[in-house]
């Protein structure tokens, strides 16, 4: 399974920290089959001011088998927040968004539902190491 998160945001969201972090869930669904019929999923996150305008975009390519899709984020609610809890915020949005656009489709081969289950997994893990700091380099929890 091929997982892409990106973003596109307002600076402020600091998005570009997050998805770069989840570059451990990317690495872990690479590894791991949920079927034949959607070989992807390419996430991206969208939280700019002018969200009110923008509508998510769903769509399967059969003949590639990704499923794409967006997923909105609202920049009201993420600026204020630590960087720890934006990352929950943005962990919890995913898992929540793409549950309903999931489990809307009807798929012969896919078990999406064990894919969110470890997509969960994946995301605790990070927020279990992550020790929330908003500057300088990235910083993991003693052990590390």
């Known amino acids: 399974m091929r997982l ?3 973003s596109v945001s307002d600076w402020r969201a600091r ?5 770069h972090h989840y570059d451990y869930a990317i690495a872990r669904s690479a590894r791991l089959s949920y079927g034949t019929e959607v070989t992807g999923v390419a996430l991206l996150l969208m939280c700019s ?14 003949k590639d088998a990704v499923f ?3 997923i909105m984020l609202d920049l009201s609610v993420i600026i204020p ?3 720890k809890d934006k990352m929950r915020y943005v962990s919890r949005e995913i898992l929540e968004q793409l549950f309903g656009q999931l489990s ?4 012969k081969d896919f078990d999406y539902k064990r894919f969110l289950r ?3 997994r994946w995301f605790k893990r990070i927020d279990d190491r992550y020790d929330g700091h908003t500057s300088g380099p990235w910083h ?3 052990g590390e």
Do not use: E, N
């Not at 001011?49 to 059969?62: E, M, N």
């Not at 809307?104 to 798929?107: C, I, K, L, M």
């Open 49 to 62: 001011g002018d969200s009110a305008d923008l509508k998510r975009r769903v769509r399967f390519r059969r």
């Open 81 to 83: 927040l630590s960087m």
């Open 104 to 107: 809307g489709r009807t798929f």
């Open 15 to 19: 998005l570009g920290r997050i998805t």
């Open 68 to 70: 794409y899709t967006d």
């Open 140 to 142: 993991y929890a003693s």
């Open 4 to 6: 892409s998160i990106t």
């Open 118 to 120: 470890d997509l969960k």
